[in-house]
């Protein structure tokens, strides 16, 4: 572990355990404060509860009083017996008695009975049919005009049942809002078997709202529910039809009882009564109930405020006189490289170790700078000599075998092809020369080999051919002097040399973006250890008895373009010998 990571190592072992305690001193205030409260809206639940289900036990109780009444119990719609006059009278005598149920007994919001009969022969045409939530009656209807929910009634014989009714007759146009939540239940005939009607007990949902609106919760909703959460009556006018409650308000096996749950951001206190298909449930959210923590929060914070302030400023204290010029001087170290220049040594303001750690590393990195451009002096120097040596020993070579040929040609001839021997060898000297330069172009290389060539070709009376294939993009790429005479040289000599005019010698080049290639290839028949060849040429101490021309080429390319270039030997499968020559693919204002 550096400094740096352990300087933020101490700094988060000093912060770290004041946050802990706050985060959990503030957690456990939270959970004790949230179990109280809960507490408290268990039983205010269990009495807001009591009072909804006394209401509808009051109605349950009405409607078997109604149940049993004689006048509901003689209503027979399909009788023939009955007049018309008998039928009003009956109609106007169940109207009375339902509207009396119907009266508000005391400032609470009524609640409305009416009673619905079947009447597919229509023999209370008189009746009308308007039902609304805010009042009572007595109707009857036909097919056309059945309620959706009268068939659900009937089926559960004669059990009442709470159920949120949108319509209760067939909607039409223009009919206001008949949504209401109804007590329901099938009147069913003591006398005989069969169904007179259903009585609806209609503007519940306001009933049952008053009761929920004794009760203040901090932001919180109240919802009255059936078993299936469906919603039948809310503190709040705009709700989702569907309470959702969280997976753990699941009840199990429990048919009655008082839960709670508290979730991440809402209290949920459950009433339930699953044998009556009713649920109280008190939605209060947590931000409501933890604004009481908040002045002690905002103390506590205070202070880690302060406490972090501190100890911020001693790691910044820390971190500028110790930090900062540590990583200036990793930042030196690691981007420096020797013979890059060295900037300037920090003023050492301080006398302390890392002062002078500093200003050491300066000079160490100044001191070598200075030995590796002593050696860089040094290695052109070497390589300088190294060249100067090789030239000096291919020159005379050069001479040597020029002035053989010239000898053996003015010995059988005039003195008229020796003049013009003379003036090849006076080409091959210039070429040699080139004004100082060690690089020159292939077209330069070539016409010096060409000015050997035919002084070859004048000593051995022409029998042997040359081919020269180069292309012309080419001749202007530069090329170590005199390196294709002594290539050509060996090819005559241990090559074509007695073969007479079936002797051939190609001379080509070919190249690429980055390398250029330049083989030179006879078709002479001695047998040849290539490999040895190839070992000889890159061995730092070859034997003395191998040649040092051709060994002389190899190690000027490499010293002028670097180990990657140099030459190579290799046969050729139709017979002879092939030199490849890699040299990097330069001109005269690059490779120079």
């Not at 939605?283 to 302060?306: F, R």
């Not at 016409?447 to 051919?465: D, N, T, V």
């Amino acid at each position: 572990m550096n400094v740096k990571q352990q300087l933020i190592l101490l700094f988060l072992v000093m912060i770290i355990p004041l946050f802990v305690l706050n985060a959990y001193g503030n957690y456990r205030a939270g959970q004790i404060l949230k179990r109280h409260v809960t507490n408290a809206y268990i039983e205010l639940n269990k009495q807001n509860f009591k009072l909804i289900s006394r209401d509808i036990e009051a109605i349950n109780k009405v409607s078997s009083t109604v149940f049993q009444n004689s006048l509901l119990q003689q209503l027979n719609p399909v009788s023939t017996e009955e007049t018309v006059l008998e039928r009003v009278k009956n109609y106007e005598n169940l109207e009375k008695f339902l509207a009396t149920y119907s009266q508000a007994s005391d400032e609470r919001e009524p609640l409305y009975y009416s009673l619905y009969v079947y009447d597919p022969l229509n023999t209370y045409s008189f009746a009308p049919f308007y039902p609304g939530p805010r009042k009572s009656g007595v109707y009857f209807f036909a097919d056309e005009e059945k309620p959706e929910w009268f068939n659900e009634a009937i089926e559960k014989k004669g059990r009442g049942y709470l159920r949120l009714v949108e319509h209760l007759s067939p909607p039409t146009k223009g009919q206001s809002s008949q949504k209401t939540l109804a007590y329901i239940r099938a009147i069913n005939s003591i006398y005989k078997n069969g169904t007179i009607g259903v009585l609806v007990v209609t503007n519940l949902d306001a009933r049952i709202g008053e009761s929920l609106g004794t009760v203040s919760l901090p932001e919180g909703e109240l919802f009255f529910t059936d078993g299936e959460n469906r919603v039948l009556a809310a503190s709040t006018p705009e709700h989702e039809a569907v309470l959702s409650l969280p997976a753990e308000a699941n009840s199990g096996d429990s048919m009655i009882g008082v839960m709670d749950v508290i979730t991440d951001k809402f209290i949920y206190v459950i009433n339930y009564n699953y044998v009556l298909q009713q649920k109280l449930v008190y939605k209060v959210p947590l931000q409501a109930l933890l604004q009481q923590q908040n002045e002690i929060k905002q103390v506590i914070q205070l202070i880690s405020i302060v406490y972090f302030a501190v100890g911020l400023f001693i790691l910044l204290y820390f971190w500028r006189s110790l930090m900062t010029p540590l990583q200036r001087l990793v930042y030196f170290v690691r981007r420096y490289e020797p013979g890059n220049v060295v900037p300037e040594t920090p003023r050492r303001g301080r006398n302390d170790e890392i002062s002078v750690l500093i200003y050491t590393i300066h000079d160490m990195a100044r001191r070598l700078n200075a030995l590796v451009h002593y050696k860089y002096t040094m290695d052109l120097k070497q390589k300088e000599s190294q060249l100067q040596i090789l030239y000096q020993q291919i020159n005379p070579h050069l001479l040597y075998n020029t002035l053989e040929s010239i000898y053996w040609k003015s010995a059988m001839e005039g003195n008229t092809a020796s003049a013009e021997m003379i003036k090849e060898l006076s080409k091959l000297m210039k070429i040699s020369l080139s004004r100082g330069r060690e690089l020159i172009t292939l077209e330069e290389e070539l016409e010096h080999a060409s000015a050997y060539i035919k002084l070859q070709q004048h000593r051995y009376e022409y029998q042997f051919r040359i081919f020269i294939d180069i292309p012309e993009e080419l001749l202007p790429a530069v090329i170590p002097k005199i390196t294709l005479q002594p290539i050509i040289e060996n090819a005559i000599i241990h090559g074509v040399k007695h073969m007479g005019e079936d002797g051939e010698i190609w001379i080509s080049a070919s190249g690429d973006e980055k390398n250029m290639y330049i083989c030179i290839e006879d078709n002479g028949y001695k047998t040849v250890d290539y490999e040895m060849i190839n070992r000889l040429l890159n061995e730092e101490n070859p034997h003395p008895a191998f040649g040092y021309g051709i060994r002389n080429i190899n190690q000027r390319i490499k010293l002028h373009f670097g180990a990657a270039y140099g030459l190579s030997y290799s046969g050729r499968s139709e017979g002879g010998t092939k030199v490849m020559l890699h040299l990097p693919k330069s001109f005269q204002g690059q490779g120079e």
